[in-house]
């Protein structure tokens, strides 16, 4: 059985650990190879590598670090279609979808590759007389990323490629349910030139985690998953003294009013209801529709998309299926679980995704689409994050109505409006309580040179992912002021005929 190790100091490192995580294909319930649970002193040793990393590594002029930043882009695109594989093989995504997660990680690293004008700082002279004042935004020093399992590629490269790029080193903990990727990317950074102990990866669970979360050299977390994991992470790293950013659930709603454009509108919800098996924090799980006209036709124009769809493998021989597996055997249950209580609540099941059967493929973790109708606030289906393809219709009667609807929500990560009208998208825009809005767009997930974060119990800390937030998150603001007394002006100069260069 393969075994998957961690990356500690530039080389895969053995773990003594005497426990393991089983990884399997989700598309075939076949287990591939198995993951270490590290011991707390592998991840120690992790933290260590990278500790004693960050005093060179701080020093090297930041365009030597967007050079690494460079290479590594262009490794990832020569090695694309491999990890695109190796992300559908363990996460059971269609072989599409990894490829768009892939580029949205790549966008972060192509953000970061513009690291010497982002980390520039400010300066104002004669703040006082003779007197200027610049301000220099330095690196923290080892800074650690606990990842889920939903996207292995696109969620750590949120994260690490502005850290590196800052003068960070970083310390990798992704999730043990496909943990390949992340092995594959330490070596692709150490192909493109990052120096050992830079970048580490530490497979395991609670053990591992709670060593980044309480190590005294560790300065900075940044979490992606659920919102009771994301809470305790918050406030055991603020315990320690840690800059935290902890991305947790969602609940992500639109409103589809009646002079949208309903075919348009449709496929969007569909896509977003249903892309990646509705495994993703940005997934669109709930429509409230505006008036019964308008949510019966949705209805109708969602029940003939959704019987057409193919569910299946992630990677087939012949047209894409449109959706494959969920992560695992228990996850799988605990959909059903939901659909069977939304069921039992009251709520219409329009489709049902329960005991989907993919040919040849008896073992593989599958549900099938499902959609409910007539969806009311208190069932549980509408309250919690199913993180399922699972996509409730709420009908209200106004527009007014489904605004506080949304706003009454524990979550606040991403919301959408499918309108005609611009003056409802533009009001909708400013009163809605979410961090990421959508106007005709039902994934509203903002470009990498934007930041990435929702509101209420969808964060915990001040600053997003990416974008001019991940560098605020990744440096530390000192400002200089300085005064400079009179001195005798040299009569003679060395002379120099070489360009100076960074070298």
């Known amino acids: 059985m393969e075994t998957v190790h961690n990356f500690i100091n530039g080389q895969i490192a053995e773990s003594s650990t005497e426990r393991f995580g089983a990884v399997f294909n989700p598309a075939t319930g076949e287990q591939t190879r198995q993951v270490v649970l590290s011991k707390a002193e592998e991840a120690e040793a992790a933290v260590a590598a990278a500790h004693a990393a960050f005093p060179a590594w701080k020093k090297t002029p930041p365009l030597r670090r967007a050079r690494v930043m460079f290479k590594f882009k262009a490794l990832l695109e020569a090695n694309q279609d491999k990890l695109a594989r190796l992300i559908s093989n363990e996460h059971g995504k269609v072989y599409s979808d990894a490829v768009g ?17 982002l980390q520039k700082g400010e300066s104002s002279a004669n703040v006082g007389s003779g007197v200027d004042s610049h301000s220099i935004m330095q690196p923290l020093g080892v800074c650690a990323g606990i990842t889920p399992f939903n996207f292995p590629a696109m969620v750590p490269m949120w994260m690490f490629p502005i850290a590196l790029a800052t003068g960070n080193t970083f310390v990798l903990k992704p999730s043990e349910k496909d943990p390949s990727l992340g092995l594959m990317l330490a070596e692709l950074l150490k192909e493109a030139g990052l120096p050992d102990g830079v970048f580490n990866v530490v497979n395991g669970d609670k053990e591992a985690v709670d060593v980044l979360l309480t190590d005294p050299r560790v300065q900075a977390v940044s ?28 609940k992500n709603h639109c409103i589809l009013m009646p002079d949208a454009d309903l075919e348009m509108a449709s496929g969007a919800i569909v896509g977003a209801g249903f892309g990646a098996a509705g495994e993703r924090c940005m997934a669109l799980s709930v429509v409230v529709a505006v008036g019964d006209e308008t ?24 047209p894409e299926n449109d959706m494959g597996p969920v992560i695992s055997a228990q996850h799988r249950d605990k959909i059903v679980g939901y659909i069977d209580a939304g069921v039992e609540q009251g709520a219409k099941l329009v489709v049902d995704g329960r005991g989907c059967q993919v040919e040849g493929h008896d073992n593989g973790y599958f549900v099938g689409p499902t959609l409910f109708d007539d969806v009311t606030p208190d069932m549980t289906i509408y309250q919690d994050e199913i993180f399922g393809p699972v996509l409730s219709v709420v009908r209200v009667p106004d527009y007014q109505t489904a605004l506080e609807l949304i706003n009454r929500h524990e979550y606040g990560n991403g919301s959408a409006i499918f309108t005609r009208d611009g003056e409802t998208a533009r009001q909708f825009s400013e009163d809605v309580l979410a961090g990421m809005v959508g106007v005709n767009v039902p994934i509203p997930v903002p470009m990498a040179f934007h930041s990435f974060g929702g509101w209420k119990r969808s964060i915990f800390g001040p600053l997003n992912v990416h974008g001019n937030d991940g560098v605020r998150f990744y ?6 002021t300085t005064r400079w007394p009179a001195s005798v002006r040299l009569e003679t100069h060395d002379s120099h005929f070489t360009m100076p260069t960074m070298g």
Do not use: W
């Not at 997660?101 to 004008?117: D, M, N, S, Y």
């Not at 918050?234 to 969602?250: D, N, V, W």
């Open 223 to 250: 979490f992606v998953g659920s919102t009771p994991i994301a809470e305790y992470i918050y406030s055991t790293a603020s315990a320690h003294g840690k800059r935290c950013q902890a991305l947790g659930g969602a």
């Open 101 to 117: 997660e892939l580029t949205r990680g790549l966008e972060v690293v192509e953000f970061a590759c513009g690291i010497p004008h």
């Open 295 to 318: 949510a019966d036709k949705l209805v109708a124009s969602l029940s003939e998309s959704i019987n057409k769809m193919r569910v299946g493998p992630g990677i087939v021989d012949g």
């Open 475 to 480: 440096t530390r603001m000192k400002t200089v």
